[in-house]
């Protein structure tokens, strides 16, 4: 399985460079993509970004903006600067925001995929109602997509369990980005909302962000071949 196949994402969640490109050098570029969350782009700036490119890594910047239009819209065009594959904000910004991001985006001569964040998988039903919600993660999770696709964003953030409803009610191109993807030999953590690889690929999901699973194993690399060789019949 090339890169152009491939869904798996790895995310590199470390506090130091050092770490994270000592995890990097144990994957393959040619088998999966890495992610830089908050703790590590906030650590160490767009210089990690560089570093992994320059190991040959498709980045996926994850900080999730979320702010008033223009300043979002700021952001994602300073992380199209950086080359990055894909980036995201929140889809709860609103149509706006949305709007905005997808026509900074257009105007970049490179053009990363533009990523709405629906609802956080370590969030459930008892979560939501303590933010006073009164519909499930799940029917929000989906007006939230609905909402992306109208802006013309290019996929959105989810749980696996809500990738096949948002395609159905989007289109197949629309991307699914899944975190909360876990090994059965795995705890689930502060996931809550969580599958396996097999599972989130037969629920289309299009990418599993792995984290823990792969970046604890004892052999990064074979847990990763392992996925790719279980996902190989899809």
């Known amino acids: 399985m090339g890169l152009s196949m491939s869904p798996i994402i790895v995310a590199l969640d470390y506090p130091t460079k050092q770490a994270a490109l000592h995890m990097a050098k144990q994957l393959d570029p040619q088998i999966c993509r890495v992610k830089v969350g908050k703790e590590l782009f906030t650590a160490c700036g767009p210089a990690i970004v560089e570093a992994l490119q320059k190991e040959?890594?498709?980045?996926?910047?994850?900080?999730?903006?979320?702010?008033?239009?223009?300043?979002?819209?700021?952001?994602?065009?300073?992380?199209?600067?950086?080359?990055?594959?894909?980036?995201?904000?929140?889809?709860?910004?609103?149509?706006?925001?949305?709007?905005?991001?997808?026509?900074?985006?257009?105007?970049?001569r490179h053009k990363p995929l533009l990523i709405a964040v629906t609802v956080l998988t370590s969030m459930d039903s008892s979560d939501f109602k303590t933010l006073g919600h009164t519909i499930s993660p799940e029917e929000y999770a989906l007006a939230l997509a609905r909402l992306s696709y109208k802006c013309g964003v290019d996929g959105v953030v989810c749980s696996a369990f809500e990738a096949t409803d948002i395609k159905n009610h989007t289109c197949k191109d629309f991307l699914t980005v899944t975190p909360g993807i876990r090994l059965k030999e795995n705890h689930s953590d502060d996931q809550r909302r969580i599958m396996t690889p097999a599972e989130a690929a037969k629920n289309n999901a299009d990418y599993l962000v792995i984290g823990r699973p792969v970046t604890q194993a004892k052999s990064p690399s074979v847990v990763i071949q392992d996925i790719v060789r279980d996902l190989s019949s899809f």
């Open 56 to 108: 040959g890594f498709d980045v996926f910047l994850d900080l999730k903006f979320h702010d008033i239009p223009t300043t979002t819209a700021k952001a994602v065009n300073a992380a199209a600067q950086l080359g990055v594959w894909m980036v995201n904000i929140h889809a709860s910004g609103g149509q706006r925001m949305l709007a905005a991001c997808r026509d900074a985006i257009e105007k970049c």
